[in-house]
């Protein structure tokens, strides 16, 4: 479960209904959403490069960085220097290099996961969603939405930081009952045909192979 969280959690049709509305600025959470839809709803892929922290229960923050890929509908690849995730929407790859190991898996996704399509492309359909307030980031103004699952999952609670000026989210917070985990993106190059070769992985030679499907 460790090696797979970011895969698991960073591509559903949206369907904005029943979403509580908070005033903020002369906006409103739903208006801060349809804005995000509209700025997403013309990409086809996605590079980013990205820093992830994760923090289990009773242990020490964990922090990383590397480079994010994006195709939809359901295909990424996110690269760091301990591990590269990849998947092509039916199969997934976590491979590390330190063990000389690769876990292959059929591609899952549930109503409560998160995977950077979802939370990137689009806005999940299973969170309701409020306006808590603005933020800096990198001197820049952004709104602050709270995330809370329809139904009861993995995911327990969420935050997305959405730029004021470009509407595009910037930063994202994730909180289970097994750990909370903040990811921060930045260099966000859109449309730039991302090949589909990205989104497949072959193991190196020496590699142990485990192939759960």
């Known amino acids: 479960m460790t090696k797979l969280l970011l895969a698991k959690f960073l591509i559903l049709a949206v369907f904005w209904a029943n979403l509580p509305v908070f005033a903020q600025d002369d906006i409103t959470a739903q208006e801060i959403i349809q804005n995000v839809q509209n700025a997403y709803k013309d990409i086809s892929d996605a590079k980013a490069s990205f820093t992830q922290t994760i923090k289990f229960n009773k242990s020490k923050a964990q922090t990383s960085s590397g480079t994010l ?39 899952k996704e549930t109503g409560n996961t998160f995977s950077p399509n979802k939370y990137l492309f689009q806005y999940p359909e299973n969170f309701y969603s409020d306006l808590t307030g603005t933020e ?62 990205k989104f497949t992985f072959t193991p190196p030679e020496g590699t142990e192979v485990i192939d759960m499907r």
């Open 69 to 107: 890929y994006i195709k939809k509908e359901s295909k990424y690849r996110i690269e760091t220097s301990n591990q590269t995730i990849v998947t092509d929407g039916s199969t997934s790859w976590s491979y590390t290099p330190s063990k000389k190991q690769v876990v292959i898996d059929y591609y």
């Open 136 to 197: 800096k980031i990198s001197g820049k103004d952004v709104y602050v939405l709270s995330l809370k699952p329809r139904e009861s999952g993995y995911v327990k609670s969420a935050k997305l930081w959405v730029g004021k000026d470009d509407w595009i989210i910037k930063k994202i917070y994730i909180l289970t009952d097994e750990s909370s985990s903040t990811y921060s993106v930045k260099n966000i190059q859109t449309n730039t045909g991302v090949s589909n070769s």
